[in-house]
């Protein structure tokens, strides 16, 4: 289901205000109850929000909204102020070989979040999964085949602050995607370097098996 930015404009009210009922939201949405609970139901089905009962003296009983944790990431909790501190922690590392290992132990932590996310049995087919999950994210993402090899194109770079300041979290996007999709990736291309997307795609040496894979047999 996408991620509509009338979504996110209720997100951000609970975020900021906390549990609200359908008329509290209405009246500071300036739209109708129907309109309100469009959305809330919207909401309710990703798992971005929790109803919770309200009992009155009188009348019938009300219904509060409030985030999940779910809902609060998506609503701007990113913590990007620690999010860049820690990189910068990252890049004082003077140890190549322990800044490797942090970023794959790092990529690794990350592809385990989204796990139960990615299916499929081939390659292809987890990488529209992966597009689907980022989609839901607001990252747009789009799976092109090249010569019969699948390719990851990202068209916004989730990371721009960090990525302009150290091309190691291009790194670090490599190792969770190829982590996520189950094969080992390459970049290809890259938005620092004037592309126009940063692409990726399973190895040189895996990428001749496909071809080989779907090439046909002469009898």
């Known amino acids: 289901m996408p ?8 997100l951000d009210i609970l975020r900021k205000r906390g549990g609200m009922t359908v ?9 109708t109850g ?9 909401l309710l089905e990703e798992g971005d929000i929790q ?14 909204y409030s985030l999940t944790t779910k809902g609060r990431r998506r609503s701007g909790e990113n913590f990007a102020d620690l999010a860049i501190a820690l990189w910068q922690e990252i890049r004082a590392i003077d140890d190549a070989e322990m800044k ?3 970023l794959q132990r ?5 592809a385990q979040l989204y796990a139960g996310k990615i299916q499929g049995k081939s390659v292809t087919e987890r990488m529209n999964s992966l597009a689907v999950l980022f ?3 607001r990252l747009p993402v789009k799976i092109n085949t090249t010569d ?3 390719q990851i194109s990202v068209e916004v770079c989730p990371y721009p602050e960090l990525a302009e300041q150290d091309r190691s979290v291009c790194s670090m996007e490599r190792l969770l995607f190829s982590e996520m999709i189950g094969e080992t990736l390459q970049l290809t291309d890259c938005r620092l370097d004037g592309d126009c997307n940063c692409t990726f795609q399973v190895s040189e040496q895996d990428a001749n098996k496909m071809v080989m894979q779907i090439e046909p047999v002469e009898c």
Not at 3 to 10: E, G
Not at 23 to 31: F, M
């Open 3 to 10: 991620f509509l930015d009338s979504d996110i404009t209720v």
């Open 23 to 31: 008329s509290e939201l209405s009246e500071c949405l300036g739209v």
């Open 34 to 42: 129907t309109a309100v609970r469009q959305r809330l139901n919207r």
């Open 51 to 64: 109803r919770e009962r309200m009992e009155t003296l009188r009348g019938r009983p009300r219904h509060c």
């Open 100 to 102: 490797r290992g942090l």
């Open 106 to 110: 790092v990529s690794g932590r990350m």
């Open 135 to 137: 989609s839901e994210r």
């Open 148 to 150: 019969g090899v699948p």
